[in-house]
């Protein structure tokens, strides 16, 4: 006969410290709740409306396809604002990721300053920074390539930077050694090294910047998303279905593009 | 530095000349224990010398304090005529452009072809975007970086990106790098070491070839005994931080220089 093996206690026994900070995080959840979430009747009566004749969902179907040829045109613009604000804000990053870095930064203080740069650029949400933008050069799309813009050296600088820090250092040294420039070891050793990581960034940037531009129009950015405003406004929530399924076909084929390229690359 | 250098014996066959590489009394030590305790020896111009020690004797240290990629803690470097410890950051890059190092590993920029590699070497004296990339290069740096290639038995390869090439390939590809620099000192590390038996003899035979024809002043550490024996003209001994042999190839006695080897060729 085998002799029986004691299974381990259920319960790792627990210290007094562990107990308070799950009581913490338990009462953290439910008063945040409480405080914040919709009562059960608010959102009965809510969903009721919504399914109602007169309501929004019904009111979106059959979606309005009237103007597509406007909204199509708008998509463009769209899409151009992305591109526009990818490519500066890529463009830009570069410097601000060669300054973040341990290894070819000219000076500690100047990284410092750099990364916090990137880290403040990256933590404002795109609908903040075209706010602010809007208050600078004035609504419209122009508002919006700026606000894609410094996301996007938020974005790219970080990963731009990091793909430098771990590229082979050696290539770099050997060239350090004979004397070589900051500048000729950048062009020479690090971004032929970094190139496939630069394009998968860039990449994603490029998606990033699509999926935020359909939005900067709610703010007055320029774009795809003022027609979606004026659409809700004006209660005309066919035409706004039409604008939203039609910036999912744009953010799905760039996407698709965007995937497609990667896979080719690598 | 006013102290006369002295002229030391020279070996057979080449003109006798003053010392290129005076060190005296050289200590380093990395923050804890003193890797070298006191280091003192010349190098004389068109002179092969091999430098030979135990694993972990501070070969490399050495060779890496001779150019300041590591900064010595004390002592007197003398190098070229100048003293390699006084230099200012500008003029440690004149100077270290004048020096050719071939490494362990190659160091080569992987995703770049042999030629624009090769290229990089013009760095130690010219600067900007003709000297980052073969194909911006102009024609008369592109010929020499092609004839550097050429020495090295590699100009049907100048398209080929390095990371295509066999090890011994890669390595000839950083020696002739090292050859479009123009330098006037070759230093190595172990060239050899990360190849196979045939094509680690077959570089070591090509850099000791260069050298001769050149009359370049070549300092080259080797951890084989038969290429200490069979590629230079003298012989310096690194054993506990201190020179503790110096000789000439030629009246070197290959069972005394057995113990500065770590495993004794059979
Ligand atoms: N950057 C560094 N920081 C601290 N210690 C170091 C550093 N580089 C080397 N050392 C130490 O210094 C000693 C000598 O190293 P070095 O690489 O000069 O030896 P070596 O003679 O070239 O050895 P090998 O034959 O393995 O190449 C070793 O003990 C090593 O651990
Ligand atoms: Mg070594």
Redesign the interface.
């Known amino acids: 006969m085998t002799q029986a093996i004691p299974a381990p206690p259920r319960f790792r026994h627990r210290t007094l410290t562990e107990y308070a900070v799950i009581l913490v995080v338990i009462a953290l959840v439910l008063t945040s709740v409480a405080n914040t979430a919709p009562s059960l009747d608010k959102l009965e009566r809510g969903v009721a409306r919504l399914f109602a004749p007169s309501g929004f969902l019904m009111q979106m179907f059959p979606p309005d396809f009237s103007r597509v040829e406007h909204i199509a045109w708008k998509l463009v613009e769209t899409l151009q604002m992305a591109v526009a604000g990818a490519a500066l804000g890529l463009i830009f990053a570069v410097p601000f990721a060669i300054l973040a870095t341990d290894r070819l930064s000219p000076h500690p203080a100047v990284k410092i300053v750099a990364r916090g740069l990137i880290a403040f650029f990256r933590t404002v949400p795109d609908l903040v920074w075209a706010i602010f933008f809007i208050i600078v050069v004035g609504l419209g799309p122009a508002a919006g390539v700026l606000a894609l813009m410094i996301d996007k050296i938020g974005f790219a600088g970080r990963f731009f930077a990091e793909a430098m820090e771990e590229a082979d250092t050696g290539p770099q040294d050997a060239l350090r050694a004979i004397g070589a420039s900051r500048m000729g070891i950048i062009f020479s050793a690090v971004f032929p090294a970094c190139l496939p990581s630069f394009t998968a960034t860039s990449l994603f940037a490029l998606e990033k910047s699509v999926r935020g531009s359909a939005a900067l129009g709610l703010v007055g950015a320029g774009g795809i998303g003022v027609d979606l405003k004026v659409a809700f406004d004006l209660f005309n929530y066919d035409e706004a279905l039409t604008i939203i399924l039609m910036m999912l076909v744009l953010v799905v084929a760039v996407e698709q593009a965007s995937s497609w390229i990667r896979a080719k690359l690598i | 530095m006013n102290a006369p250098l002295m002229a030391g014996e020279v070996a057979a066959g080449s003109t006798p000349v003053g010392p290129v590489l005076h060190v005296r009394d050289l200590v380093k030590s990395y923050d804890g224990p003193v890797i070298l305790r006191s280091v003192s020896f010349s190098a004389y111009a068109g002179v092969s010398l091999a430098v030979i020690g135990a694993n972990g004797s501070g070969k490399s240290t050495l060779l890496k304090c001779l150019?300041r990629?590591t900064d010595p803690t004390s002592g007197q470097i003398e190098m070229l005529g100048q003293d390699v410890g006084a230099l200012g950051p500008r003029a440690?890059?004149?100077?270290?452009?004048r020096?050719?190092?071939v490494?362990q590993?190659h160091?080569?920029?992987?995703?770049?072809s042999a030629l624009?590699n090769v290229l990089?070497?013009v760095?130690?004296r010219m600067?900007?975007?003709r000297?980052?990339?073969q194909w911006a290069a102009p024609a008369e740096v592109r010929a020499e970086a092609m004839a550097c290639l050429g020495r090295v038995g590699l100009a049907d390869k100048a398209l080929q990106r390095v990371d295509s090439l066999s090890g011994g390939q890669q390595q000839r590809v950083?020696i002739a790098r090292m050859l479009m620099?123009r330098p006037e000192i070759v230093l190595a590390d172990e060239p050899d070491a990360s190849l196979d038996p045939q094509s680690g003899e077959d570089v070591m035979r090509l850099l000791s070839d260069l050298a001769r024809q050149d009359g370049l002043t070549l300092i080259v550490i080797s951890h084989r005994l038969e290429h200490t024996m069979a590629f230079s003209d003298r012989i310096i001994g690194l054993a506990g931080g201190q020179i503790t042999l110096d000789v000439p190839t030629a009246q070197a006695d290959p069972v005394k220089l057995r113990r500065f080897f770590d495993k004794p060729p059979e």
Do not use: D, E, T
């Not at chain 2, 440690?92 to 452009?97: A, G, M, P, Y």
């Not at chain 2, 160091?107 to 770049?112: A, E, M, S, Y």
């Open positions: 150019i990629l440690l890059r004149r100077f270290r452009s020096i050719g190092v490494w590993k160091n080569l920029v992987p995703r770049l624009s990089h070497g760095q130690a600067s900007g975007p000297s980052w990339w950083a620099q």
